[in-house]
């Protein structure tokens, strides 16, 4: 089974699954280094690479797309459960 996840810029911290559910526990290959989830990564969501800690930044497009609510760790499921969004606020502008 080929894994496929997406790297859009090398600062980025996740990753984009662009194929298939990946089911908990799958080695992925990513930026020269392998990944095992932590959790099922639905199609389109993101996986963190490294560890990103309570209050750290996610980085998508070399660009913050949110901060962790709870500490993140590689493999883990990257979404709306411990990422609260920066993107199209109005109240961060």
Do not use: C, W
């Not at 989830?37 to 690479?49: R, S």
């Not at 949110?66 to 961060?92: C, M, Y």
């Amino acid at each position: 089974m080929t894994i496929r996840v997406f790297v859009i810029d090398e600062q980025d911290n996740v990753a984009t699954n662009v194929a298939d559910e990946i089911p908990k526990g799958t080695k992925v290959e990513v930026k020269g280094t392998t990944i095992e989830t932590q959790d099922v990564i639905p199609y389109g969501h993101k996986m963190a690479l490294q560890p990103i800690p309570k209050g750290g930044t996610v980085l998508k497009y070399a660009l913050s797309i949110g901060s962790a609510t709870v500490d993140i760790q590689p493999g883990n499921h990257v979404h709306i459960h411990n990422v609260e969004s920066n993107r199209g606020r109005g109240d961060l502008a």
